[in-house]
């Protein structure tokens, strides 16, 4: 069973910066292409951004582009997704999820969440403002 562990959210002011990180075990976490999702109050679940099992590809929601960072460590088997100039509109539950396919597909593929297989319990992220 892949467990997926979120952590680094917290409260945090407006223009300032955040990582979340992503975990697991028991797994061959490398060959996963793993993603960030997010979910603000009474909204629908959103995708954020997803990443190619190498780390070499990489593709962002326009609300988050140029703002957030998605990368991977798979010798630690974590994935991160750096934020800045965080504004209150990023005020969610960030959720990853992991699809244990490796074929890329493409963005709108990737964007969709009934496309993985694993999902965490998720991290917190408010921005004050």
């Known amino acids: 069973q892949v467990q997926l562990v979120e952590s680094g959210g917290g409260l945090v002011q407006a223009g ?15 060959s996963y292409i793993v993603a960030w999702f997010r979910q603000a109050p009474g909204k629908d679940r ?50 990853c999820a992991a699809d244990r396919s490796s074929a890329w597909y493409g963005p709108s593929v990737r964007s969709r969440g009934s496309e993985y297989d694993y999902w965490g319990r998720g991290t917190q992220v408010t921005v004050s403002s």
Not at 79 to 93: C, G
């Open 16 to 30: 300032g910066s955040l990582r979340l990180s992503c975990a697991t075990s028991g797994t061959i976490f490398s």
């Open 46 to 95: 959103e995708f954020v951004a997803v990443i190619s099992s190498s780390g070499g590809r990489t593709y962002y929601a326009d609300s988050v582009k140029g703002r957030f960072t998605i990368s991977r460590d798979n010798a630690k088997n974590t994935v991160y997704l750096q934020m800045s100039s965080l504004n209150s509109e990023d005020t969610a539950v960030y959720y």
